[in-house]
């Protein structure tokens, strides 16, 4: 493996995953600089089962919340609207994925990587599932515990 040819094919890509997730420009420039030490790092543990982007995104989820020291405060009013909007179906605005980010701070590990891939990669239950290696229904169970806790974090933080 080599990650200076990762750098120059992936580099981008993962600048774009980071920005995306903090919207600081020197911020995701410091999290890329940071996801390439670990990929060097950690290299032997790269095993070939996923795409090296795949790997390099989850590294850079991992760099991200890594870099969240306190989690945000979140609004009863608006966390019980994103519950009641995706109960309904109704599809989300960009803006929506702020609140998703302050509300994974305070996630499992288990349920990042699904609820990344749901609300910012913006994949069905089926393409999460099959990404991670689970089944449809543990996504879809662990999607709506991630909203159930959302609710009552919202309904104990007033």
């Keep these: ?43 032997d543990s790269y095993r070939g089962e996923a795409s090296p982007l795949a790997w390099l995104f989850r590294l850079s989820d991992r760099c991200f919340f890594d870099s969240i020291r306190k989690p945000p405060p979140v609004a009863l009013d608006e966390v019980l609207a994103f519950v009641e909007a995706e109960r ?6 960009f803006g929506d994925c702020d609140l998703v980010l302050r509300l994974l701070a305070r996630s499992p590990d288990d349920v990042r990587a699904i609820v990344l891939h749901r609300y910012f990669d913006e994949l069905d239950l089926e393409t999460i599932a099959e ?9 879809r169970r662990k999607l709506q515990r991630f ?3 959302a609710e009552k974090l919202a309904r104990g933080a007033r």
């Design 147 to 149: 909203l159930e806790h």
């Design 88 to 93: 309904e179906g109704v599809e989300r605005e």
């Design 131 to 139: 990404r991670l290696g689970l089944n449809e229904r543990t996504v």
């Design 1 to 43: 493996m080599n990650i200076e040819g990762w750098y120059q094919r992936y580099g981008e890509s993962v600048y774009r995953r980071c920005y995306r997730l903090c919207r600081d420009r020197s911020q995701a420039l410091d999290l890329t600089q940071e996801v390439f030490l670990r990929a060097h790092r950690y290299r």
